[in-house]
């Protein structure tokens, strides 16, 4: 199956596990954020390009269950994405626990970002103290998934857990 | 050169993907959730409604165990807080029918409309807060239920919130705790107006507008006003919450009042939506 076939369930069970069953598992009144995880994996596994585009389509997602103006989240993590794409050579296949610090950072960017992107454009509720306990709760969080969702995205984009630098370039 | 072609690629994905994103950004501006824009969230949400119904009945019960491990220590207190309270209550009973009394009085008084005589549909809640901005909850039902925009929403004890969203079969409603939910209120039995705005969860709201020389005191209660509360306006008469603290710090040119939600706004089940629809007084 190639990767463009497997993009549209991935993304429908990450709809599905970012609008019903993560919100269950709160910590802090605190859920991960399940699409920008995978707008950060898809960076790490598929470079800045792949990243980008995820990014958007999993923003634009995140958009359809949100108030805030339609693509703020799509703007975001497509930023994101690509961000950390840039780096996706360097991270990858450094030691075990360099990728989960990287989605860690990314993720807390990510939300950062969010919130300051949607008070640009009048959103200000976003900015409130309630944002530290956010981000550092999403950090947290979507690192720890981190590994199950760059696993995905190697399925997603068919790439060899060794062979990514090369297949990607 | 294949690297630089690649990053020359990416660069122009990502130039595009902002600039698509900032036209539907000012597109949907423009539109205030009409157009395609809020068909696509309608359809989006219409679409995955029976994947998550699904999802709810099967991990509410884990996710239930979930947080009462996360929350121990906050279910410990609120256990304590809550045989505090009935103690309080007993002692409350037997003076409970005076107290009616004068409540009815004084509503009667600063003319406040009961809520009885207005039709309402029953509905559950199918959804806890998507996002961990916004404190909304979604509702088992839609447009083929009556529901519409600016409906407001309640239980037995008070106000829950507002539906901002409705689609064939789910409604959105965000709650009086949401950062940006304002609620015009008045105050019992000190009969002054203000504006209770929500300020996240499991936070109380807080009471702007109280000039320092009220005499607002701590277990007063807020209905809604009627009056002009952010861009809400709910019907008057709806019980909001009970004054839990208030203060004039010297130098202030209002009073520090703080509301706890008549609502349990953490832990609902079934909700009724009023029939009748909230003018937008921006």
């Known amino acids: 199956m190639s990767p463009s076939l497997r993009i549209p369930p991935v993304l429908l069970v990450a709809a599905v596990l970012h609008t019903a069953v993560m919100p269950q598992f709160r910590v802090l009144d605190t859920a991960p954020d399940v699409l920008l995880l995978l707008a950060i994996a898809a960076g790490l596994v598929g470079g800045a390009d792949r990243g980008a585009t995820m990014g958007f389509m999993a923003g634009l997602l995140a958009d359809c269950f949100l108030q805030t103006p339609f693509c703020l989240s799509a703007l975001a993590y497509c930023l994101v994405g690509w961000s950390v794409g840039i780096f996706q050579a360097r991270i990858l296949h450094a030691t075990w626990w360099i990728p989960m610090l990287t989605t860690g950072v990314a993720a807390a960017a990510g939300i950062l970002l969010y919130a300051g992107l949607g008070a640009v454009v009048g959103q200000t509720q976003l900015i409130s103290t309630r944002l530290v306990t956010v981000v550092a709760m999403v950090a947290v969080l979507d690192a720890v998934l981190s590994p199950l969702a760059i696993r995905a995205m190697r399925w997603t984009f068919d790439v060899e857990q060794r062979g990514a630098i090369l297949l990607t370039r | ?282």
Request: glycine content about 12%; proline content about 5%; cysteine-free.
């Open chain 2, 1 to 282: 050169m294949a690297l630089s072609r690649r990053n020359g690629r990416s660069r122009a994905t990502l130039v595009f993907l902002v600039l698509t994103s900032m036209t539907v950004i000012t597109l949907d501006f423009r539109g205030q959730d009409s157009g395609i824009i809020g068909d696509v969230r309608r359809v989006a949400t219409d679409a995955l409604a029976p994947v998550r119904d699904g999802a709810d009945k099967v991990l509410s019960p884990v996710g239930n165990a979930f947080s009462g491990i996360t929350d121990y220590g906050d279910l410990k207190d609120e256990n304590a807080r809550l045989r505090a309270r009935i103690a309080d209550l007993e002692g409350q009973r037997l003076r409970s029918a005076d107290a009616e009394a004068e409540r009815k009085a004084l509503i009667e008084l600063n003319g406040l409309d009961y809520l009885g005589n207005l039709p309402t549909v029953a509905a559950r809640v199918v959804s806890a807060p998507v996002s961990n901005f916004e404190q909304t909850i979604e509702l088992d039902r839609g447009t083929n239920h009556g529901v519409r925009t600016g409906m407001p929403v309640v239980t037995g004890a008070g106000l829950v919130g507002h539906v901002v969203e409705v689609s064939g079969r789910r409604s959105l409603v965000r709650l009086v705790s949401d950062p940006s939910s304002s609620v015009g209120v008045r105050l019992l039995p000190s009969g002054e107006s203000g504006i209770a705005d929500g300020e996240g969860p499991r936070r109380q709201l807080g009471v702007g507008f109280i000039a320092t020389n009220a005499k607002v005191a701590r277990g007063d209660l807020a209905f809604t006003s009627g009056l002009e509360g952010g861009s809400d306006l709910y019907p008057a008469g709806i019980p909001v919450g009970r004054v839990t603290s208030a203060s004039s710090p010297p130098g202030e040119l209002e009073q520090h009042v703080e509301l706890r939600p008549a609502a349990d706004l953490a832990h609902l089940r079934f909700v009724k939506v009023v029939k009748t629809k909230i003018r937008n007084g921006a």
